[in-house]
């Protein structure tokens, strides 16, 4: 079995599974926070008839219901086609979509595409993650994961603001479009097989050992008893999922699930796809300034997440979703709070500084759920 000679053993091979994990992330990131820059854009205005607030939320959110599908898609299908096929699926998808997307003149049309993308999206973040902790040791798992998120930021805003100033469609085009090139990137990187003697192959590749190398040897037997607990809990089935016994799955999968729904239901979203918009909207700032600052506000996402992604092995996971939750609470409470009072302009200038505060404290704590 040679799939991974195009990368080598070792160092290599790991650098290449991290650099395709990275790059499915960007492409994750980058896809998520375009349109919010797009939404103050003249032209996008234009070309689908001035669309009220509704439809525009309508737009928004086909993206995020399509992730949903593409999340309960990968429940289902996942272990079937293993996480590198998943992967490749979603990257189809995102190539369909983001070309969709670039090339629409309708609503409707660019309702589907984003649907589309979504539903890739969904795949791509929900088997990403698992890839890269499956195929690293555990010692840096909670690093390598948590350096995948820095690059969902990077980006988003910056390259929006730089095609507005050319005419016409192009403007809002072309960004949409750029989202293809990291597909095409993740493709190119990808590496999948499958069936467990090709597995401890690939594990043997990954750590640049030999099959009687005791690390190899313990990992391979912890992953067997892994599998054969699995089966006696009955939770390769979705039902075994539900089961509270040994094992305590349902309960396992309760604060997981909850940990994910607590890391969109903060407020992310909001800031993410319409800050241009409330910077616009609610403390009267023009749509260039507007597009700088949000620049700046996910500046400070990428930043926050420095430190989860070189400490957090050593910060605990637990702690830090705590101090997060709670600093993430005060922040949206007074943003909303000094937001109400529009005709002030020191409560403008205070709603702005949480904004930045906001970011910070969830690219350094709460987005690291996944990990």
Not at 198 to 213: M, S, T
């Amino acid at each position: 079995m040679v799939w991974y000679s195009c990368y080598g053993r070792g160092k290599p091979l790991r650098t290449a599974i991290a650099a395709c994990c990275l790059a499915a992330f960007l492409f994750f990131g980058y896809d998520q926070g375009v349109f919010g820059g797009i939404l103050q854009m003249p032209d996008y205005f234009e070309q689908f008839d001035h669309p009220g607030d509704t439809k525009t939320g309508i737009i928004v959110s086909s993206y995020c219901l399509g992730a949903l599908a593409g999340c309960i898609l990968s429940v289902f299908v996942g272990d079937y086609f293993g996480r590198g096929r998943m992967i490749w699926i979603a990257m189809g998808f995102m190539l369909v979509g983001s070309t969709l997307q670039a090339s629409a003149f309708h609503v409707s049309h660019l309702i589907i595409g984003r649907a589309v993308t979504g539903l890739g999206t969904g795949i791509d973040s929900s088997t990403v993650p698992m890839y890269q902790s499956e195929l690293c040791e555990k010692e840096h798992r909670g690093r390598l994961v948590s350096c995948e998120v820095p690059f969902i930021g990077i980006g988003i805003y910056w390259i929006d603001f730089g095609f507005q100033y050319l005419p016409g469609s192009v403007g809002w085009r072309t960004p949409i479009a750029i989202q293809l090139v990291f597909a095409i990137a993740v493709i190119f990187l990808l590496v999948a097989r499958g069936c467990e003697d090709e597995a401890i192959d690939v594990l043997c590749a990954v750590v640049d050992r030999e099959r009687d190398d005791p690390y190899i040897v313990e990992q391979v037997e912890a992953i067997r008893e892994a599998i054969a607990i699995d089966r006696r809990a009955c939770a390769q089935k979705i039902s075994g999922l539900f089961k509270n016994g040994k094992l305590k799955t349902r309960r396992r999968v309760i604060l997981a699930w909850l940990g994910l729904f607590t890391n969109q239901m903060v407020g992310i979203n909001m800031v993410v796809y319409y800050m241009p918009t409330v910077l616009v909207q609610n403390v009267g700032q023009t749509p260039r300034l507007a597009q700088i600052v949000a620049g700046f506000v996910q500046v400070m996402f990428v930043i926050g997440c420095l430190l989860p992604s070189l400490r957090l092995d050593q910060m605990g996971r637990r702690m830090t979703m705590m101090c997060g939750c709670g600093g993430l609470g005060v922040c949206m409470m007074l943003i909303a709070a000094l937001l109400s009072q529009k005709t002030k302009k020191g409560a403008n200038i205070g709603a702005v500084a949480f904004f930045f505060l906001y970011m910070l404290i969830f690219g350094a704590t709460i987005n690291v759920v996944p990990c």
